[in-house]
């Protein structure tokens, strides 16, 4: 049975070597309700929507539609902001923290799962070469652009 160390090592060569299917541009809706669940639950406190926008790298407009969805379910609730009575403050409810958590739980019986069946040295290997490609990916395409640039 893999490890919690080996686990938290697959989760984090998935985010160094894949953020932008991760955080960028949440246009999967489950992508941008976990994304913003998992952000509220690591916050102190009630946030803005304006920081949980900023901080996902999401527009505004997106982060309000998720926010929507997350509070008709009960996920998280919304709070007049003291300090400014504009704006209001999201904060994630008990059975939204439940469902992170259960998230979470099965993300982490998923990559289990994954290390059991291939090991971590072949999923590492896989990484370093998404890694190489990527890196010659960008030389490449600086290339093309100061190519181009001289033409």
Same mark, same amino acid.
């Given at each position: 049975?893999?490890?919690?160390?080996?686990?938290?090592?697959?989760?984090?060569?998935?985010?160094?070597?894949?953020?932008?299917?991760?955080?960028?541009?949440?246009?999967?809706?489950? $992508?941008?309700?976990? #994304?913003?669940?998992?952000?509220?639950?690591?916050?102190?406190? #009630?946030?803005?929507?304006?920081?949980?926008?900023?901080?996902?790298?999401?527009?505004? $407009?997106?982060?309000?539609?998720?926010?929507?969805?997350?509070?008709?379910?009960?996920?998280?609730?919304?709070?007049?902001?003291?300090?400014?009575?504009?704006?209001?403050?999201?904060?994630?409810?008990?059975?939204?923290?439940?469902?992170?958590?259960?998230?979470?739980?099965?993300?982490?019986?998923?990559?289990?799962?994954?290390?059991?069946?291939?090991?971590? $040295?072949?999923?590492?290997?896989?990484?370093?070469?998404?890694?190489?490609?990527?890196?010659?990916?960008?030389?490449?395409?600086?290339?093309?652009?100061?190519?181009?640039?001289?033409?």
């Amino acid at each position: 049975m893999a490890t919690r160390q080996e686990i938290e090592y697959v989760h984090k060569l998935l985010h160094d070597n894949n953020p932008k299917v991760l955080f960028d541009k949440l246009k999967n809706d489950n $992508a941008g309700v976990f #994304a913003t669940l998992r952000h509220l639950s690591r916050s102190k406190g #009630a946030v803005r929507a304006k920081d949980i926008s900023e901080e996902l790298h999401v527009s505004t $407009a997106r982060i309000s539609v998720i926010l929507r969805k997350l509070s008709d379910r009960g996920f998280i609730s919304k709070v007049q902001n003291e300090k400014d009575g504009r704006s209001t403050l999201i904060e994630i409810t008990e059975s939204g923290q439940q469902m992170i958590d259960s998230l979470h739980t099965r993300m982490d019986n998923t990559l289990a799962k994954l290390i059991d069946e291939i090991g971590v $040295a072949e999923i590492e290997r896989v990484f370093l070469i998404l890694g190489r490609i990527r890196e010659l990916s960008i030389e490449h395409e600086n290339e093309l652009l100061e190519e181009s640039g001289n033409e």
